[in-house]
């Protein structure tokens, strides 16, 4: 099977680049940090560029495009509009126009922050209310994808994590690539930090989710999917998780609210999601907190002692 992986040298893109690359022909696009593969295979172009898209897709005819490229940060987003929409909306109409006119198969990433968090353990035809314009953005895109081509999966994960090489450890606007690799950097410099304790999500390994957009790529299974981690946690509980597994002084992390950390774009409270779905259709199971850290603290002891 030939997939294109559109932003493969992101957190997720790599991780799915380096499951497929030895199980399928698999080509990536970037736009500044490299994917895990060969220089042939691999092409520096930006989805929002209509021409190019349409181009490389047409030039390599991939039965799936695994569209995880998008502008994630939730803040930035709220202050850059124009940009955010460009970026999340206008480039995946490019990504899905190619996919329909040379008719592959299309996944895209979206997120929970399509919900507003009121109820929390959400499933796939729960009523969408975003209350950020990131979350906006994806709905929006997701609205695109379904009705632009007929043989697509929307995956929506929760609050992505893996451990990422000392080399990849700042995305292309010098911020750390996730949230538990931020935690890790603190924690080892003993630095004392405040984690909000009332904000519920499905923490979600890259791993686990690069794995299971893979199967979802060779299913002919089609719709909404969400694909998250098994567990509900606060993000002061995955903190503290993280602190624990990883053998961190547990003490440097200290509990606030949402409203003393002044976060420019509002967060759902619980966006937490139900996996039973994607659990059922493709007969797998996502990973629960305690084993998906098992893997994490396994990945972050052998990287670190390299």
């Not at 490389?56 to 940009?83: G, R, S």
């Not at 997120?111 to 035809?125: A, H, Q, R």
Request: glycine share 6%.
């Amino acid at each position: 099977m030939k997939i294109l992986v559109v932003g493969g040298g992101g957190q997720l893109g790599a991780k799915i680049v380096e499951q497929a690359k030895d199980r399928f022909e698999v080509y990536a696009t970037y736009l500044s940090r490299k994917p895990p593969l060969n220089e042939s295979k691999i092409f520096q172009i930006d989805k929002i560029d209509r021409e190019d898209t349409m181009n490389l897709i047409q030039k390599l005819k991939p039965e799936v495009v695994i569209d995880t490229a998008a502008l994630h940060n939730v803040d930035y987003c709220e202050t850059h509009k124009d940009e955010a929409w460009s970026a999340n909306v206008e480039g995946t109409r490019n990504v899905a126009d190619a996919c329909k006119r040379h008719g592959a198969k299309i996944i895209f990433i979206s997120t929970d922050y399509v919900f507003d968090g009121v109820e929390g353990n959400y499933l796939e035809d729960d009523a969408t209310n975003p209350l950020n314009y990131y979350g906006a953005t994806k709905l929006e895109a997701e609205k695109l994808v379904g009705q632009t081509c007929s043989n697509y999966a929307i995956a929506r994960p929760s609050v992505i994590y893996s451990y990422v090489p000392f080399t990849q450890r700042e995305s292309s606007s010098g911020k750390p690539l996730n949230f538990a690799m931020w935690l890790t950097q603190k924690l080892r410099h003993g630095e004392s930090v405040g984690i909000v304790a009332d904000q519920y999500s499905s923490p979600t390994l890259a791993d686990n989710l690069a794995e299971t957009l893979l199967k979802l790529a060779e299913s002919e299974k089609t719709g909404i999917y969400h694909t998250a981690g098994r567990t509900r946690l606060s993000r002061y509980e995955f903190a503290v998780k993280i602190a624990q597994k990883l053998n961190f002084d547990q003490r440097l992390i200290t509990p606030i609210t949402t409203d003393q950390l002044k976060q420019v774009a509002k967060r759902p409270m619980d966006s937490s999601l139900s996996v039973e779905k994607i659990e059922k259709d493709l007969d797998l199971r996502m990973m629960a907190i305690d084993e998906a850290l098992d893997r994490f603290d396994r990945q972050f002891l052998s990287g670190e002692n390299e």
